[in-house]
Nanobody
C-alpha cells in the first residue's frame, strides 16, 4: 500500500508564497504522474498541476505563471511552489500519484491520494 503525505499548507497573506510537499511511502512505488488537485468549500476537486516522470508539466489556466510543480523522482516527492497567492486559491490541496506498486502478487497499477492540506489566503 502506498501512502502520500502532504505538508507545507497554512495561512498566508494575499501576494505571499507557500511551498507544498508530498512524499510517497509504503510499498515500492514507481510513479508515472504526480500532481496536485484542490477543493474549495462547495466546489468539486479540480486539477492544479501535474508532472510526469519525464518532467512534462500541465497547469490549470488559473494558476499558470504563478505556481510551479516539480518532483524528485529518486525520492518520490512532488512539490508545488505557489507564488502571488490570491484569496481564491484558498482550498484543501490534495496530492495525487499514479503509477505501479509492488504488491504480494507482483506489480500493479494504482491511483493514490493524500489526505489533503489546507491552504488559506487571507489578510
Amino acid at each position: 500500500q502506498v501512502q502520500l503525505v502532504e505538508s507545507g499548507g497554512g495561512l498566508v497573506q494575499p501576494g505571499g508564497s507557500l511551498t507544498l510537499s508530498c512524499a510517497a511511502s509504503g510499498s515500492r512505488f514507481s510513479a508515472n504522474t504526480m500532481g496536485w488537485y484542490r477543493q474549495a468549500p462547495g466546489n468539486q476537486r479540480a486539477l492544479v498541476a501535474t508532472i510526469t516522470i519525464g518532467g512534462s508539466t500541465n497547469y490549470a489556466d488559473i494558476v499558470k505563471d504563478r505556481f510551479t510543480i516539480s518532483r524528485d523522482n529518486g525520492k518520490n516527492i512532488v512539490y508545488l511552489r505557489m507564488n502571488s497567492l490570491k484569496p481564491e486559491d484558498t482550498a484543501v490541496y490534495y496530492c495525487f500519484g499514479e503509477g505501479f506498486t509492488l504488491g504480494p502478487t507482483g506489480w500493479g497499477r494504482g491511483d493514490y491520494w493524500g489526505q489533503g492540506t489546507q491552504v488559506t489566503v487571507s489578510s
